[in-house]
């Protein structure tokens, strides 16, 4: 209930500053009139739709239309301090999808249950994330040729990142086979070194990894990610491809317009897609394709509501089954994480809530985009690590995030409520940290074994759709995330945190797992069961995968298994998840699918 009249203040307070820092310009949008017809319908705007879109309408000749549900994109979205700003509930530029109650994970999340961020706004989620730039290593994108899916290895995919990038960051010396400034996408080092950065590049020494860019080949080590900005402002995917784009007389872009279907002919040929717009049902039509880059929620719950999808979940729905495809929703992959073991300070200033409210913060980022308001806040640096749940030492199976805040900075009053953790929890744990000096170390588990799925909770497109990550069901993914905390425990103790910043972990018990040794292996299989959730990074939920897999939505070239004119080109292709954040893999795939199109209708690039 408090969380009803506390976020949408978060929220106007966030816009208030942000438009007093940003000048915003709004997209050109069109009002379709009924029953338009075009070549290309592309559904969303987000990480990979921008991409195909723009790349679609390189040709003169084709006309080429997106249809995205949310609107234009706000103030604070363009400033990276906060990111977070959709995060919360209640945004209108968010779908706020919870996850459905969790078996073997979410124990101490209300109902356990967890909020699900998805952006709803031009630029999707991509106008929301926290802009980390990192592509995926080699093995990611081999193991998916190697799964049967031709063209899709690193030798192959390499080229389409270099085509993306406009490299301004500081890796293009060192590292300049791996980098471009020819593509549409600035990508920056992040602006501002925050007051723990020496600290967490000092422990990553100690421990023996390297200082390396996350984009070449080498991936296990650390440093400050490269984030999608330009001139230290967010630029979402939809800033960098469409945009520009939108004064091409054949690329419209129209908001607001939720689609609800794709119209599938007798000769199972996809036409055209139903939406609603104003409260109204209309449709548009496509001469030669529909392309679904409505995400790794929305595209498997479109093929759904179109009749696409295992036969007995549709019939369940009253929908009649056009074709029988057992894989759509299912094979749902997410980097499942621990948000924030924390550990409280003695040296060192920096509280990041304290440090972008000063008035020297808004001077940087006015007059410079520098400054703590110019990264995501409280974002210090990321280590990759391998511990040895890939063989391969040179890959990385945990991520962590050092972030120069704790989760109870805000005395329990936004972050971890919006998460979804009981308000018993926050009482007795989160609130303990507030007013505390302090840093918290983020960990995603990149090689996730548990598998979930995406259903329909009724036919009716309004209704959300039943995410169900299943965290946690195989308990490999509870030993990953054990050995992870074995590891940040002694990063946690390096001398350079303890004696640079006389750090010491916050060791108190959560609730649920106080009767249990501390630091027994069974209490932190415990705590992972009650404090871990989900990294924000659906993905997989319909399967790029040769024809001899059963379980396959769609082939090498993206074209959905039995109807003509009709692809999928979002996060939910990738077979597998990629061990990275997922935002630069996904706008590699509307590169690739933009090209795979252009290959299919004989326009060369
Ligand atoms: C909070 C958060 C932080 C993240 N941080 C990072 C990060 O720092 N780095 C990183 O690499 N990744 C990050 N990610 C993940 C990454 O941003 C996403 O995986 C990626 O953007 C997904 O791209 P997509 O094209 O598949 O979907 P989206 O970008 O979500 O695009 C889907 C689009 O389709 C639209 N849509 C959906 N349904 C319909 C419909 N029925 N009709 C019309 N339009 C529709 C949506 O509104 C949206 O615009 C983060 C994710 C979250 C939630």
Redesign the pocket.
Known sequence: MLQHLINPLVLGALTALASSLITMTAYRTVTLEQDQVVDFIV???????SVVASRLSENPNWEVLV????GQPPPESKVPAF??Y??GADSEYN?NYIIAPQRHALLNFRNQESF???????????????????RGNRKDFDTWAEMGNTGWDYDSIMPLYMKMENYKGKHAKKYAKYHSQTGPLSVESMRWDSPFTKYFKAAGKELGLEEVDFNSEKHVGYNAPD??TNNGERQS?SDAYLKPNLHRSNLRLQAG????KVIIDRNLRAIGVE?IRDGKMRRAFARKEVIL???????P??LLLSGIGPKQQLRTHGIHPIVDLKGVGQNLQDHVALPGLTWFITKNSGNAVQLILTPEARRAYRTKRNGPLSV?MGFVGIYMVNLGVDPDPSVQDVQYRFLSVTLGADFGLVVAPNYGYTDELIRDYVKKQGGRRGFMIFMGVMRPASRGSVTLRSKN?LDPPVIDPNFLSNSADVDSLLKSIRYVMVLGNTTALREGLGAKFFDQKVLGCKHLAHDSDDYWRCYIRHMAGSG????STCKMAPSSDPDGVVSPRLKVRGVAGLRVI???IMPLITG????????M??EKGASLIKEDWSYGD
């Open positions: 559904v969303g705007s987000g990480s990979a739709g249809l995205e549900a949310g990111a977070a959709a995060i779908y699900f961020p998805r952006g709803k706004v031009i630029g999707g989620t991509s106008a929301i994330n926290y802009m980390i730039f990192i984030l999608t995917a317009s939720l689609v609800t939406y880059s409505a995400g790794a929620i929305d595209s719950k479109l995501p497109p924000a990074h659906p993905s979002d996060a939910s990275t954040n997922l935002a630069a893999p996904t706008m795939i509307g």
